[in-house]
């Protein structure tokens, strides 16, 4: 194959696939509304939708069968989407950014941050603000916000650089994982900890409308932040001495995109819960189909992101059904298994 046939698949192979990972993930949350005790067809979903936004007339179904698209999968499919979107560039981004393959959206004790104020929520606070739907989300996005900002203030008084921020990240964690299980032992009843417990585990069951404008609103921000830094993640999965000698301002750079990728993770587990191995499994195998050029990675990321949380999430009320199985449970069943054939692979490679 010559250098120029090479050059036009590299121009056209980025947007054929991200094309195919968009439509993939539109035919996935199409798809998985379907599933579910209530039967209902693809177009079905598509004529409910349309007539929401003002397309067509009234569907042909019935009122149950349209409340349960509009009411509850749909707002439930997209945010899972936007979820798994958030998670895995929030993982992507931190893996370059601090140089790290183990890195991940919790690395920075957001997630225990954001356990510790959904608890806070649920023993201490009035049930009148606890019953809204802000309550648990508010106390979440309040924890984990509070723990970024003692991560990077211990960072920072020890010196800073990437290896303080990670330790700092892993003192956090452990400190505020403390606090949650001191908090639900002694605070909190057997129906409470079996509520806190399971949105601990990650869930979206209870998914409305509002969630997903506020965690659209924040991932599209945070994904086009990304996109614009992508030159910038280039250069830092070679050092930031590298990048500071391409022109690029590594401190302002490290600053917003650790802000970022905080929000992004604060915004995702306050409306989830805790779901792992998203952010840490996805960009390995992201990188193994589109090469790792970030401005292929990151949209193929988003979208491959989608795609998994939107069908881990679809198993996850189906398989067992009445039963609801945490998300946060599969995504580690199927996330260890690829992590190990990765390390496997990894080392087939480098030996």
């Known amino acids: 194959m010559t250098w120029r046939k090479r050059a036009t698949r590299g121009r056209i192979g980025p947007w054929l696939i991200g094309l195919a990972a968009l439509l993939a993930l539109a035919l996935s949350i199409a798809v998985s509304i379907t599933l579910g005790p209530v039967p209902i067809g693809v177009g079905d979903v598509l004529h409910v939708v349309t007539h929401h936004v003002g397309l067509t007339g009234p569907p042909e179904v019935s009122r149950i069968a349209a409340a349960t698209v509009w009411e509850l999968r749909l707002p439930r499919a997209l945010l899972a ?8 560039v929030c993982g992507l981004v931190l893996q370059a950014l601090l140089r790290n393959p183990l890195a991940d959206p919790y ?7 954001a356990s510790t104020g959904a608890v806070v929520m649920v023993v201490f606070a009035p049930a009148t603000l606890l019953g809204s739907p802000a309550g648990l989300s508010a ?7 509070l723990a970024f900002v ?7 008084l020890a010196g800073g650089g990437n290896h303080r921020i990670i330790l700092a990240g892993v003192a956090v964690t452990q400190l505020f994982s403390a606090l949650t299980s001191f908090l639900i032992m002694v605070a909190a009843d057997a ?3 079996r509520g806190v417990l399971f949105w601990l585990l990650g869930s979206l069951a209870s998914s409305t409308w509002d ?7 924040v991932v599209i921000v945070g994904v086009l932040v990304a996109l614009f830094q992508a030159t910038a993640l280039n250069a830092f999965t070679f050092g930031a001495e590298q990048a500071s000698t391409l022109g690029i301002d590594v401190r302002r750079v490290r600053i917003v995109l650790l802000g970022v990728t905080a929000a992004l993770t604060a915004t995702v587990v306050s409306q989830s819960g805790a779901i792992g191995f998203v952010g840490l499994v996805l960009p390995h195998l992201t990188r193994l189909l589109v090469g790792v050029s970030h401005r292929r990675l990151i949209p193929a990321t988003a979208m491959l992101g989608g795609i998994f949380l ?4 679809t198993a996850g009320r189906t398989v067992a059904a009445p039963t609801e199985i945490p998300v946060g449970v599969i995504t580690a069943l199927i996330g260890v ?3 190990a054939a990765l390390l496997l692979r990894n080392r087939s490679v480098t030996s």
């Open 150 to 156: 003692v991560v990077m203030a211990l960072a920072h």
């Open 337 to 339: 298994p690829i992590f």
């Open 81 to 88: 989407a936007l979820c798994g979107t958030g998670l895995a």
């Open 139 to 145: 106390g979440a996005f309040a924890g984990a916000v």
């Open 310 to 313: 939107v069908w881990v999430d």
């Open 211 to 217: 969630d997903v404008a506020v965690a659209g609103a």
């Open 191 to 193: 129906n409470t900890t």
């Open 107 to 113: 690395l920075l004790g957001v997630s225990s941050g």
